[in-house]
């Protein structure tokens, strides 16, 4: 591991910076990349920012997400990965990152397998926390762009301040933003009120038909690729209903079972104490204690008996 200031020292060496987002982008990816990116532009290091899926429309209120490229070109002296705790998350562009001979890890997941020459893994609630302390510790300048953006991961990676992974510090980097000019109203309806029409329909099909196992303690929303098609709904307007399954009071591990194509479906498990991190271990997943996921191949009814197996393990009576 290598630590904020040789990391920073290095990073400002380098001409030339590809830096990569996640696959099927979020908030905290999408803010600590492309900040963590204008910051270096400071320097005066070319930077392009490149991620595999596009960026969904609710972030469009970010300027610098037009930036963004889904296709790979052009030599870089370096590339960093942001936000990704293993190279498959980079999706199309994995094997070029994993071929590179200079290459940058920033991230905050407690699974990161720590995959680049120089690995950056601190396991603040937010990777935005992360590229904060980053660029505080080179001395660059944080404009109301770079606060916005950052603001922007803090508030999508911690449940709008509500997850149990928030810190002191946490609210401490939100309010240092705030006073560089990050406006919370607008992120904060972009990202957790702000839905379109098939949105709102597909969330009342999916959550009127919620399953529970294990006396009610374990919950799972299942979403298969005919309620997109009723709905009209797409994937990345999923985000959020897993949070409204775990304010149903019974429920101490809840599952989002998405169907992504036929007979492969996307987990993601959310808990209120359970190591769900384990949990998706299992079945060759990861990510942290409290919200991880995996992909599972098979039928639907047996999807389902292997996640609530795997949950009764680490249930406690
Ligand atoms: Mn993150």
Redesign the pocket.
Known sequence: MINKSRLMQKLLKEKSVALFMHMRP?G??IG?TLALSKALTQKGIEVKVFCSDAIPNKFSYLQSVETVNNVFSGEYSALVSV?CADVTRLGDFASAFASHKNTYNVD??ISNTKYAENNYVENNA??CENVYELIVEAGLKIDSEIANLLLT?IVT?TGNFAHSNVTPKTFEIASKLLTFGANVNEIVYQNFKAQTKERAKLHGMVTSKIRYFLDDRFGVITITQDDFIKSGATQDQTEGFIDFLMGVNSVEVGACVMEIAKEKYKISFRSKGVDVNAVAGTFGGGGHTLASGCQIHGLYEEVIDKIVFAISKYLQD
């Open positions: 979020d905290d990816t600590s936000d905050h997941h937010s990777n991961g990676d």
